[in-house]
């Protein structure tokens, strides 16, 4: 499924940040682009594939997506937009939903792989932030890494909860299509293209901001109590 990437709180304009002076952080907001684009991406679209190829669908695996390798998953305009705006996509990877025994469930399972992924990756990055700072030290270099884990964690559920949005391209509209009817389904996709401007119009204008950060503040707080 073709992706779109949310960077958490950090969808300012890094043009916009050099013009400001505000170096460091620039610095910074290249970093977690970076993080995105060569560890989150690559693992949220491998869990696609690896899925799809356990539910019978060889197709991501002969085409060589089965692979930690973000260069195999990265698209070229995608990637430039994430650095550029903080979002952008990833070359989809293919599915056969023919080759599933049940190609309803066997899309909403292969959809559902990806969030899933980015719910474990915070999972451990929170369990690694609180081991770290339960350490009693004011030592720079400790403190940078738990703030890291810290933004990792984040990031990944902030990717979850969006790409659950049940808004074409999103995966979280094709987990709706095992709930909904094949014909109300149908219909809905064939507005795909008009849906998929207006998410990127509310993207763009930061409408999705407030609902999005909400939603991934209380997911941090459940998996931290875990």
């Excluded at 559920?157 to 109300?184: C, E, H, Q």
């Excluded at 219909?187 to 849906?195: D, F, S, T």
């Amino acid at each position: 499924c073709c992706k779109i990437q949310l960077i958490g709180d950090i969808m300012l304009s890094i043009l916009s940040l050099i013009r400001q002076g505000e170096y460091m952080e620039a610095v910074v907001s290249i970093l977690s682009r970076c993080f995105v684009v060569f560890c989150c991406l690559p693992i949220h679209e491998l869990a696609h594939g690896w899925v799809a190829y356990k539910l019978g669908d060889n197709t991501a695996k002969n085409q060589g997506r089965l692979t930690f390798n973000p260069f195999k998953h990265l698209n070229p305009i995608g990637t430039i937009m994430i650095f550029l705006f903080g979002i952008g996509y990833a070359n989809p990877v293919p599915i056969n939903p023919n080759n599933f025994k049940n190609p309803k469930n066997g899309m909403a399972l292969t959809a559902l792989a990806g969030p899933c992924s980015n719910l474990l990756m915070g999972f451990v990055s929170v369990f690694i932030y609180y081991g770290l700072s339960s350490i009693n030290t004011d030592n720079a270099l400790v403190m940078a890494i738990c703030y890291f884990f810290y933004f990792a964690a984040y990031v990944n559920v902030t990717l979850a909860v969006f790409n659950l949005l049940p808004i074409p391209p999103l995966d979280g509209s094709r987990i709706l299509g095992a709930l909904l009817p094949y014909k109300a389904y149908y219909k809905y996709m064939q507005y795909e293209r008009y849906i998929m401007i207006a998410l990127m119009v509310m993207l763009f204008t930061g409408i999705l901001d407030r609902p999005i950060a909400f939603l991934a503040n209380v997911m941090m707080a459940f998996i931290s109590i875990i």
